[in-house]
């Protein structure tokens, strides 16, 4: 699953998030696929190098990538009604590649807190414990199911001999209230548990929502948020959502970066969040240019030129022959593709070829 899923107790600004994620969607026109859904927002990634390959490359258009936000809070307003997370909430956050964890480290005297306290720490355990004990669930369940299916086959023995002393680790560490995502495993090992779809091993983002004040400096909510996540090897993002609502409902990118320059950013944090996530989701960049368009597609970290070029028309991958292929750095370097062309850097790529986010590419393919 290919989205980052936006979760985080109530009243800490994930809805102001989400719809400044969201003010500015991408062109559905180029996205077909898209299904309207206002819990699912479609972002653009913004990506400064799309603008120097068209300085290089004119070009009608730039089209940048995109990656899917859903607002998980969102879609079971009113279905978990009460206390706990409920299973609604719990069936869509499984669905989800990374989760983004929303947490208020702002204060503001008008906006009540649940427990009427700022309270990081306490925050992000509520929710992690409820993710452990529905893990821990998920865990004894199958536990229980692979000792009964040991009996009915050999092969059903042997496998739950290797799973069992994986599933007895997970268990010991969501006993504790800890993430199975600290277990380190081997590849072979992730297999085996990839069908129960742990929530606590999906990587996970911590957004620190700050005030106004605090962009630019560390308040003592942040510092507190991210000996957490370095502790659970999860990522850090600190943004104000109130900003970020202002500056995403400004229409001329000027303006916009005035703002940004006047609150002490060089980045908005809405751009350090969808790159976070974005990575995060193991999705990487490769760009085709042209007089045409410029444009910016998603590939999966480690995958092959024609996989790559899959993305684009599966025809460009069955009948790949091979990618004409330059770095973005050299284009920035060398100025027109003629040039690298002429300095030897555009290679010829062939079916094995390990695409590299910034990688400029042309395919030849027969069909
Ligand atoms: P949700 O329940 O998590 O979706 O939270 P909301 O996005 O609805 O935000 C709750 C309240 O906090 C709203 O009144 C927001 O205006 C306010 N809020 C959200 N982000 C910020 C922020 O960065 N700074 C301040 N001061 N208030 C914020």
Redo the contacts with the bound molecule.
């Keep these: 699953p290919l989205n980052c899923g936006i979760v985080?107790l109530?009243?800490?600004?994930?809805?102001?998030?989400f719809s400044a994620l969201t003010s500015a969607p991408a062109e559905s026109a180029n996205y077909p696929f898209c299904t309207i859904d206002p819990n699912v927002g479609i972002v653009n990634v913004p990506d400064p190098r799309l603008q120097s390959i068209a300085e290089h490359i004119p070009t009608e258009k730039i089209i940048p990538a995109v990656v899917e936000f859903v607002d998980i809070?969102g879609l079971v307003k009113g279905a978990s009604k009460g206390e706990g997370l409920g299973n609604k909430f719990l069936s869509h956050i499984r669905e989800v590649g990374v989760i983004v964890h929303?947490v208020r480290c702002?204060e503001?005297p008008d906006?009540v807190h649940v427990d009427n306290r700022i309270d990081p720490a306490g925050d992000i355990e509520t929710i992690n414990i409820e993710l452990a004990l529905a893990d821990l669930e998920t865990v004894e369940k199958r536990l229980v199911r692979i000792e009964k299916d040991s009996r009915a086959s050999k092969e059903a023995a042997k496998k739950a001999s290797a799973l069992a002393p994986i599933l007895e680790q997970c268990k010991a560490l969501l006993q504790e209230g800890r993430p199975a995502r600290a277990l380190e495993l081997d590849d072979e090992q992730e297999e085996l548990l990839r069908d129960l779809h742990l929530i606590t091993r999906k990587k996970m983002l911590y957004v620190c929502?700050?005030?106004?004040a605090s962009i630019g400096t560390e308040n003592e909510y942040v510092a507190t948020v991210r000996s957490i996540a370095q502790a659970e090897g999860a990522g850090v993002v600190v943004l104000?959502?109130?900003?970020e609502k202002e500056i995403a409902a400004l229409e001329d990118p000027e303006e916009r970066q005035a703002f940004l320059e006047d609150a002490g950013l060089t980045e908005s944090g809405l751009s350090s969040l969808i790159h976070e996530g974005y990575r995060l989701l193991g999705l990487r960049t490769y760009f085709t240019a042209g007089p045409k368009e410029v444009r910016a597609w998603t590939f999966h970290e480690g995958d092959k030129a024609p996989q790559a070029a899959g993305v684009i028309h599966t025809d460009f991958e069955k009948g790949f022959i091979r990618a004409e292929t330059y770095s973005f750095d050299d284009l920035v370097a060398y100025k027109s593709e003629q040039k690298v062309r002429e300095a030897g850097k555009l290679r010829q790529e062939g079916k094995e070829y390990l695409v590299k986010d910034g990688d400029i590419m042309h395919f030849k393919f027969n069909l």
């Design positions: 985080g109530p009243n800490v600004g994930k809805s102001t998030i809070a929303v702002f503001n906006i929502n700050v005030d106004e104000s959502g109130q900003i």
